[in-house]
Nanobody, 124 residues
Framework: QVQLVESGGGLVQAGGSLRLSCAAS????????MGWFRQAPGKEREFVAA????????YYADSVKGRFTISRDNTKNTVYLQTNSLKPKDAAIYYC?????????????????WGQGTQVAVSS
Protein backbone atom coordinates (compact mmCIF):
# COMPACT_ATOMS: atom_id res chain seq x y z
CA GLN A 1 0.00 0.00 0.00
CA VAL A 2 1.06 3.57 -0.66
CA GLN A 3 0.75 6.46 1.76
CA LEU A 4 0.37 9.97 0.37
CA VAL A 5 0.94 13.09 2.45
CA GLU A 6 0.18 16.53 1.05
CA SER A 7 1.63 19.84 2.21
CA GLY A 8 1.99 23.41 1.05
CA GLY A 9 -1.56 24.64 1.32
CA GLY A 10 -2.47 27.93 2.95
CA LEU A 11 -4.12 31.30 2.53
CA VAL A 12 -3.09 33.45 -0.40
CA GLN A 13 -4.43 36.57 -2.06
CA ALA A 14 -5.99 36.35 -5.50
CA GLY A 15 -3.25 36.37 -8.09
CA GLY A 16 -0.81 34.69 -5.74
CA SER A 17 0.89 31.31 -5.90
CA LEU A 18 1.32 28.18 -3.84
CA ARG A 19 3.41 25.08 -4.38
CA LEU A 20 1.72 21.93 -3.18
CA SER A 21 3.75 18.82 -2.48
CA CYS A 22 2.76 15.19 -2.14
CA ALA A 23 5.21 12.78 -0.55
CA ALA A 24 4.63 9.13 -1.27
CA SER A 25 5.88 6.27 0.85
CA UNK A 26 5.42 2.54 0.79
CA UNK A 27 5.22 0.39 -2.31
CA UNK A 28 5.16 3.26 -4.80
CA UNK A 29 6.53 1.20 -7.67
CA UNK A 30 3.82 0.51 -10.22
CA UNK A 31 1.76 3.61 -9.54
CA UNK A 32 2.33 5.09 -12.92
CA UNK A 33 -0.03 8.04 -12.80
CA MET A 34 0.00 10.61 -10.03
CA GLY A 35 -2.54 13.36 -9.85
CA TRP A 36 -4.32 16.10 -7.99
CA PHE A 37 -8.01 16.57 -7.38
CA ARG A 38 -9.76 19.25 -5.39
CA GLN A 39 -13.03 19.56 -3.53
CA ALA A 40 -14.76 22.74 -2.48
CA PRO A 41 -17.51 22.77 0.17
CA GLY A 42 -20.77 21.42 -1.20
CA LYS A 43 -19.19 20.34 -4.46
CA GLU A 44 -17.98 17.08 -5.92
CA ARG A 45 -14.32 16.20 -6.05
CA GLU A 46 -12.95 17.40 -9.36
CA PHE A 47 -9.89 16.55 -11.40
CA VAL A 48 -7.09 19.11 -11.53
CA ALA A 49 -4.02 17.53 -13.12
CA ALA A 50 -2.19 14.25 -13.65
CA UNK A 51 1.29 13.19 -14.70
CA UNK A 52 2.80 9.99 -15.98
CA UNK A 53 5.74 8.12 -14.52
CA UNK A 54 8.34 9.55 -16.87
CA UNK A 55 6.99 13.10 -16.57
CA UNK A 56 6.91 13.28 -20.35
CA UNK A 57 3.14 13.55 -20.37
CA UNK A 58 0.67 15.43 -18.24
CA TYR A 59 -2.95 16.41 -18.41
CA TYR A 60 -4.86 19.35 -16.97
CA ALA A 61 -8.41 20.41 -16.37
CA ASP A 62 -9.38 23.29 -18.61
CA SER A 63 -10.04 25.45 -15.58
CA VAL A 64 -6.38 25.38 -14.51
CA LYS A 65 -4.57 24.99 -17.82
CA GLY A 66 -1.90 27.65 -18.22
CA ARG A 67 -1.93 28.50 -14.50
CA PHE A 68 -1.06 25.23 -12.77
CA THR A 69 1.90 22.94 -13.44
CA ILE A 70 2.25 19.38 -12.22
CA SER A 71 5.65 17.74 -11.87
CA ARG A 72 7.19 14.77 -10.13
CA ASP A 73 10.57 13.76 -8.77
CA ASN A 74 10.74 9.98 -8.71
CA THR A 75 14.03 10.05 -6.79
CA LYS A 76 12.15 11.68 -3.93
CA ASN A 77 8.80 9.96 -4.53
CA THR A 78 7.22 13.39 -4.58
CA VAL A 79 4.69 15.08 -6.82
CA TYR A 80 4.26 18.83 -6.98
CA LEU A 81 1.51 21.16 -8.08
CA GLN A 82 2.61 24.71 -8.77
CA THR A 83 -0.44 26.92 -8.63
CA ASN A 84 -0.14 30.42 -10.09
CA SER A 85 -2.59 33.26 -10.66
CA LEU A 86 -4.90 31.79 -8.05
CA LYS A 87 -8.54 32.79 -8.09
CA PRO A 88 -11.15 32.62 -5.34
CA LYS A 89 -12.81 29.74 -7.22
CA ASP A 90 -9.60 27.72 -6.82
CA ALA A 91 -10.18 27.54 -3.06
CA ALA A 92 -10.68 23.94 -2.00
CA ILE A 93 -9.07 20.99 -0.31
CA TYR A 94 -6.48 19.60 -2.70
CA TYR A 95 -5.95 15.86 -2.69
CA CYS A 96 -3.02 13.90 -4.05
CA UNK A 97 -3.81 10.60 -5.68
CA UNK A 98 -2.11 7.68 -7.39
CA UNK A 99 -3.21 5.16 -9.96
CA UNK A 100 -1.78 1.87 -11.16
CA UNK A 101 -3.36 2.52 -14.50
CA UNK A 102 -1.35 3.85 -17.38
CA UNK A 103 -4.08 6.06 -18.76
CA UNK A 104 -4.96 9.50 -17.48
CA UNK A 105 -8.42 9.67 -16.02
CA UNK A 106 -10.48 12.58 -14.74
CA UNK A 107 -12.66 10.26 -12.67
CA UNK A 108 -11.81 9.91 -9.00
CA UNK A 109 -13.01 6.30 -9.03
CA UNK A 110 -10.13 5.36 -11.34
CA UNK A 111 -7.51 6.20 -8.72
CA UNK A 112 -6.30 3.77 -6.09
CA UNK A 113 -4.80 5.82 -3.26
CA TRP A 114 -5.56 9.18 -1.71
CA GLY A 115 -3.93 11.55 0.70
CA GLN A 116 -5.71 13.44 3.46
CA GLY A 117 -5.67 16.72 1.57
CA THR A 118 -4.27 20.20 2.05
CA GLN A 119 -6.43 23.30 2.29
CA VAL A 120 -6.03 26.15 -0.19
CA ALA A 121 -7.83 29.40 0.57
CA VAL A 122 -7.81 32.39 -1.77
CA SER A 123 -8.90 35.84 -0.64
CA SER A 124 -10.29 38.32 -3.12
Amino acid sequence: QVQLVESGGGLVQAGGSLRLSCAASGRIFGYYVMGWFRQAPGKEREFVAAIGWSSSSSYYADSVKGRFTISRDNTKNTVYLQTNSLKPKDAAIYYCTASKGAVFSTRASEYDCWGQGTQVAVSS
